[in-house]
DNA sequence: GATGGTGGTGGGAACGTTCCCATTCGCAGG
DNA sequence: CCTGCGAATGGGAACGTTCCCACCACCATC
């Protein structure tokens, strides 16, 4: 009883009594196909349990049919950041009405990437959606050079060239800062994130321009960057500490950094938010289960998801039609950490 | 300045003087090419840039060098739950040496699900991963049907017939409860999971068992079924406040559940641990930030996606070699709210 | 009654591989 | 000197589609 090979459109036209171009037509919705012939073709179909084969259709049409999501992330981000899991729901919803499959690539080192590129090379996918982009990766470079569609969440730096999609960071950061500035607070230091991406440096020229917005001097040694994670946002507050002892408030550009900031100020013995008040950015899971729980800058992961998306399905239907490049609101949630 | 084409095998063949085959053999590592005519392609293909066409082979090999990863889940869940994110490194660990692409499909109602249907009808990956399963989720049984390889994180259930993988939830859930009976607790309740879930039940079961080793009386009105969600553990929390107020413990199936009923209970203006004990399961972030700290059962999750992305590419290597069910071991992470 | 457009149709070619088979060549063995 | 064999090679066919083009029948138009 061995497996009967899967039918071809050839069978179906046979069993239609019709042609193969007959067929083809009626698959892909060409008004150019009688009644008769159609309903013919469609019975045939049925009764043979025909599913079209997607590979040889890539080979005559060269379009594959799906995306490709790429995470240049070390593996530690994907875990701890539920930005990543926002991000693909967001993709997943865009797509849900289209044909299009979405591959999921993690590059966390060099020979990855060199996989990475032999597969993008090979055109395996229509587009390809960049997520957490570094100032110098390499990625967005061969994207452009390769000419694949290509949309980025975030960007290399204010002067991107390729289309991109990315949450008010500035806005959002100033937004924090006042909000610690009319909580009265007035030695605000923060921990930045990672100063060759984007979102670092734009989240803590959002900090700087609360403050001279306010007339207050920007004093650089209130700046601490590290890395999103944990780990860094608890030893970023330590030397933080170390170097302001009276500092009365934070604003730590992720959720996770200042669960660290906030385990760590626990640590020294400071009450939060009465002696140190302390604000995140993300507003995830996070932020509403530490002690006390997050104030925190909401962005609309989700929605960036869905833009990048659409952007990119555009893109792949019109090529080369224009630039793209959006910014979603960030709102404040206050919470009991301020 | 157009584009040029892309060079296919033929360019590559006439540039290196040898014939099409030739440069196939070389491409594929065949023996039988002599070692001039090797090098001859090679340095073709290094002249040309040339990328073999992966559409065009797998038309004639049938194999797509890709699998699935099929997340059958409503939308709030991947956000929420580490758990996928974690599954998916483990995935994407397993896959870093082979030239296998992942896809990542979400299935949220009854028209993604028929999508899904067609695309594996299609055979358009070579094996799929079914996460989070139902106990009467078709897609099991349609992929059994299909005779596609399938391995599955999670079971329908004890009798399952397709590979999987799943962690020790009896054994962990058990030894929460246990620890629970040695810190001198009394009236234990639980916030099981879904009970059409393998994982849900299994947890409760290990809950019962623990109970009656100790020689206590199972009082199902102890047991109160969620979601999942934060929201599930906090109406089931209150359930069960208002049924058993005097209860002194909980044991929830999952953290993000236990962190639903630490807010309920804090509402309530019970203390944890002090008035009441609280056990999480997963040991994800949120156990490591919530107030207190949650003391969870820890289960491998990363290697569940690397055991069953194994296991699958053992499948499809050589298929209906044997039926595979591996366990992986649970342990618990004691913390402040017990 | 020739002319020409138009809706419907089907066969051939092409997409870029791999696999099967036939062919060539050199060399050992009788 | 013929035979046989294995290594190296290349051409044809096949994989299952889509697209181009040719064709036919029909009807309207001059």
């Known amino acids: 009883m061995g497996a009967t ?46 599913v079209p084969n997607s590979v040889a259709r890539s080979l005559v049409t060269s379009r594959t049919d799906s995306i490709a999501l790429v995470v240049p992330e070390s593996e530690s981000r994907l875990g701890s950041e539920p930005y990543f899991s926002a991000v693909i729901r967001g993709v997943s919803n865009a797509l849900a009405g289209t044909q299009i499959q979405l591959l999921l690539t993690l590059v966390r080192d060099r020979r990855e990437l060199d996989q990475l590129t032999r597969f993008l090379a090979a055109r395996r996918v229509d587009g390809v959606l960049l997520v957490s982009v570094h100032r110098d990766d390499p990625l967005p470079g061969l994207l452009e050079e390769l000419g ?57 020229r959002g900090w700087r321009e609360a403050l001279r917005d306010a007339g207050r001097k920007v ?16 030893s970023a ?19 996770v950094m200042a669960a660290g900031a ?57 090529p080369g039609s224009a630039r793209h490049h959006v910014v979603l609101p960030t709102s404040l949630v206050v919470r009991d950490s301020t």
Chains 1, 2 share one sequence.
């Open 262 to 318: 906030l385990a760590e100020l626990r640590g020294h013995g400071r009450r939060v938010p009465d002696d140190v008040a302390v604000v995140g950015f993300d507003d995830s899971i996070v932020a509403r289960h530490t002690d006390p729980p997050l104030t925190s800058v909401r962005q609309p992961v989700e929605e960036i998801g869905r833009t990048i998306t659409e952007l990119l399905l555009r893109e792949i239907e019109a």
């Open 148 to 204: 694949l569609p290509t949309v980025l969440a975030g960007r290399r730096s204010p002067a991107e060239s390729l289309n991109h999609v990315h949450s008010d960071n500035v806005g959002g950061a100033r937004a924090a800062v006042r909000h610690l500035l009319e909580r009265g607070r007035s030695g605000i230091a923060t921990i930045a994130g990672p100063l060759d991406m984007d979102v670092g440096n734009s989240r803590l």
């Open 237 to 255: 507050m330590r030397a933080l500490l170390e170097r302001h002892p009276g500092l009365d408030a934070v604003f730590a550009a992720s959720d």
């Open 219 to 234: 004093d650089e040694s209130l700046v601490e960057p590290a890395d999103f994670t944990e780990e860094g946002g608890r």
């Open 5 to 50: 090979r899967r039918p071809t459109i050839k069978t179906v036209a046979a069993r239609a009594g019709v042609g193969r171009t007959t067929v083809s037509r009626v698959l892909n919705g060409s008004p150019l196909v009688s009644d008769e012939a159609r309903a013919a073709v469609q019975a045939a179909i049925a009764e043979l349990g025909y």
